[in-house]
């Protein structure tokens, strides 16, 4: 059974950087794409980026472009997401998602496993 774990949130002031952090357990040796989603109170779960399995092919939301970076360590089946210049509409629940595959897809349906979600609030 595949389980995500994510870490990594906080309070930060507008400006400032958080690293997330996704551990895997349980996943085979198969094709393992995943993603970032959030989800802010009162609003839909949304993409935020992805990353494949394959040549660490990637794929951001343009909210999000130029400041975040995705990008995974399959050795320690880990996955980041680095933050920089946040801002006070980056607040959300930050949550990781995988799916068997080699491809990240930006709509939630396509994931098969999720975190529990992490706390990421930035002040104005």
């Known amino acids: 059974q595949v389980q995500l774990v994510e870490s990594g949130g906080g309070l930060v002031q507008a400006g400032g950087s958080l690293r997330l952090s996704c551990a895997v357990s349980?996943?085979?040796?198969?094709?393992?794409?995943m993603g970032w989603f959030r989800q802010a109170p009162g609003k839909e779960r949304e993409f935020v980026a992805g990353i494949g399995w394959s040549f660490g092919s990637t794929v951001y939301a343009d909210s999000v472009k130029g400041r975040f970076t995705i990008s995974r360590d399959n050795a320690k089946n880990t996955m980041y997401l680095q933050m920089n210049s946040l801002k006070p509409e980056d607040t959300a629940v930050y949550y990781c998602?995988?799916?068997?595959?080699?491809?990240?897809?930006?709509?939630?349906?396509?994931?098969?496993?999720w975190g529990q979600g992490t706390q990421v609030t930035v002040s104005s």
């Open positions: 349980g996943r085979t040796s198969s094709s393992y794409a």
């Open positions: 998602a995988g799916r068997f595959g080699l491809r990240a897809y930006v709509h939630s349906e396509n994931y098969e496993h």
